[in-house]
């Protein structure tokens, strides 16, 4: 009896943790919507000359601009979006208009983590995204992608180097990109360095994996395979339908980023979709998709690779929704988290490793990750810590990290859920220009490696 009332429990959430997801969605693709039919209405019905004006001033704007000033790139996170996709709506909330010269790339929503890394790189540089022969034949998928007739910033190399800054598992593919720079990963480019990332910027970064990805259904044992009915079986369902259905003018709205998987019906088929549902083809049978790389076993395998460069400088936001109460970890506050996330936030701050499964690594303890913001575990955020922890420094005010030092990672703690500084700037108030203001004024005023910006009558010898 006491079994069967466990599953209905858990029937019940996966129930209500799905319509919260949906509707969630479906909110921000309407807002989309909305928000474009409002700016196609108000351009009907402006006066010419007034569009005259705007394009004179931002002619006048584009010519002012700093040639030498290193782009921003803003990278999203999971089921992210750049610009492009959801019309006018902005990921991070209209950030981007804080500075002059600032990058939004669209990646994949749901794509490995080693998937974007690569089409970042060639959404900078230009040319036909290459995912590697090896891995693409591993994988299951075409080897080339995306075709970009012109880079974003093809001047790219470590005299034009980038400050990145990521949120979520954004983070982390801009590590990946910077390994694969020092690799000298990308067919084409045998001058690669790490010294093309000038500096790396990390808001709720997913370092080592999240406990999140567990209870919503991968596999604590092995951190690849799902669970048979969990949230995430759902979404991969809900997936794969969409990219078979192909309705181009939905997928230009929004796309989960697998159409170097050939997913769409007149590539293959019923039965190719069959197949793909029953869990033999595609993204979800290769685990060439986001979910395994952020469960801790994931990261690890991740991080083995990854290096901190000593010429680049490194910052970290770790948010954290979460208090202690009589010794018990629970959701800080009812109105401050997000709706969407509030169940999460107290899963994860109770939820233990199973006993009869052997733990992700050694010294695991739970409490150590019961700290979150609802999609990830705090002390996955600070900075790269497994296998091996990387240089690090607590910041607890900016005078901390003053000046900054180049290979260690300078972090601090934010009040705050996952989702708190995207999508809607309302929700984060005035600390959402405080977040993003001092991490544009770190990019322009404290990080240069070749040359010191010459301010006015002042002469470098």
Known sequence: MLRLWVSYLQLVELFVSSLVHLLYGFYIFSSAVAGDLSMVLNEYFQKPNMNVVEDKEKLILDENLDD?????????????????????LSYFAGAEKKDERVLVPDLGSLT????????????????????????????????????????HYPEWDEDHPIHFV????????????????????????????????????????AFNGTTRTYI????????????????????????????????????????????????????MGIWGLVDCLMGNAGPFASEDWILPDLTIQGSIK????????????????ATK???KIMGVTAPSSILGIHPMLFIRVLQMSQWTHPSDVSPPYKGYRDEDWQDNDGALNTISMTHPRLPIEHPNH??????????????????????????LFIVNRERAGVQFDLIYDSIFERCRKHVFRKKLPTMPNEIHH
Not at 120 to 145: A, I, N, P, T, W
Not at 222 to 232: E, N, Q, R
């Open 216 to 267: 919503d259904g991968m596999q604590p044992e092995d951190g690849k395979t799902l669970k048979p009915i969990c949230l995430l079986q759902l979404c991969r369902i809900g997936v794969i339908l969409y990219d078979w259905l192909d309705i181009s003018w939905l997928k230009n709205y929004y796309n989960f980023g697998f159409d170097h998987y050939n997913m769409s019906w007149r590539k």
């Open 394 to 419: 607590f910041v607890e005010k900016e005078s901390d990290c003053q000046p900054m030092q180049p290979g260690i990672w300078y972090y601090k703690y934010v009040e705050g859920d996952h989702i």
């Open 112 to 151: 490995s983590i080693y998937d974007r890394a690569r089409e970042l790189f060639y959404y900078l540089k230009g040319g036909q995204v290459d995912y590697g022969e090896e891995h693409s034949k591993e994988c299951g998928h075409s080897q080339f992608g995306r075709i970009y007739e012109q880079g």
């Open 302 to 317: 991740i991080n083995y690779h990854l290096h901190t460069f000593p010429n680049t400088y490194y910052f970290s936001y």
């Open 321 to 323: 929704q979460t208090r």
């Open 68 to 88: 030498d000033l290193p782009p921003i790139v803003l990278v999203h996170g999971i089921f992210g979006f750049g610009k492009g996709r959801l019309g006018g």
């Open 166 to 205: 990521g949120h979520s598992a954004g983070a982390q593919v801009v590590r990946v990109l910077q390994q694969m720079l020092a690799d000298k990963a990308f067919k084409g480019y045998e001058n690669t360095s790490e010294n093309w990332v000038l500096s790396i910027t990390s808001l709720s970064g």
